[in-house]
């Protein structure tokens, strides 16, 4: 609880003085998207002319804000414009991760201007829940964008099982990877899955958990005899 107390501290400090802003917690307080549009106005001015919004366009804050991170930061777009507008209240752990990438940006270039922006951070989208303790005690994304580029990255917003987009609120993520819901169950008993618990499965994108597996195995006809 220190860590995501320190962060959203981070975020309320970040956020003084912008009007219509005020952290609460770490999910409503962030909707209409003033709140990202403040962080991102008070490390990059010149990213986001913040006097011109207004709270009640919460698509187009968000969509700002989202645009502007990842196209002109290297920050991947966690969450979707369109899921802050059709939920009252965001999953708190999409936003917390999505902000994490924030703290993390920002801190390492606090206070620098365009020309040291050169070579910006940019996290592995599949993996940016593998993450390791920074100066504030909390979460950065583990692979640089060299190791992103050498890789084929999956898209942010899209189940690794099903291959279908994942709205806001459908959101699973787990080692690392992002599923629907529905779709982090057992294949054989429909049961949902736990961490460490579960195996890939035979067929593409399913997912097996371990009890079944071991009964499957162990079901196997023994030929070494």
């Given at each position: ?121 940019v996290a592995e989208c599949s993996s940016h829940s593998q993450t ?94």
């Open positions: 609880m220190g860590t995501l107390n320190a962060l959203q501290e981070w975020c309320g400090i970040k956020c003084e003085n912008y009007p219509n802003v005020e952290i609460r917690n770490m999910s409503s307080s962030f909707r209409d998207g003033l709140a990202f549009c403040a962080i991102i106005h008070k490390h990059r001015p010149d990213l986001i002319d913040f006097n011109s919004l207004s709270k009640d366009n919460v698509y187009e804050n968000n969509h700002l804000a989202f645009e502007v991170t990842q196209s002109k930061l290297g920050i991947p777009a966690l969450l979707d414009a369109k899921d802050m507008v059709s939920t009252e209240v965001p999953d708190r752990l999409s936003v917390i991760t999505y902000l994490s990438h924030y703290h993390h940006c920002f801190n390492k270039k606090s206070h620098a201007g365009p020309a040291s922006l050169k070579t910006p951070y390791q303790p920074d100066s504030l005690g909390g979460l950065q994304p583990a692979k640089s964008r060299t190791e992103e580029r050498s890789n084929s990255v999956r898209p942010c917003s899209v189940c690794a099982s099903c291959m279908k987009h994942v709205h806001l609120v459908q959101r699973h993520l787990t080692e690392g990877k992002l599923y629907h819901r529905s779709c982090f169950r057992c294949s054989v008993c429909s049961s949902t899955l736990l961490p460490g618990s579960y195996k890939e499965g035979s067929e593409v994108g399913s997912l097996v958990c371990t009890h079944h597996l071991t009964a499957s195995q162990n079901a196997l006809p023994d030929y070494s005899k």
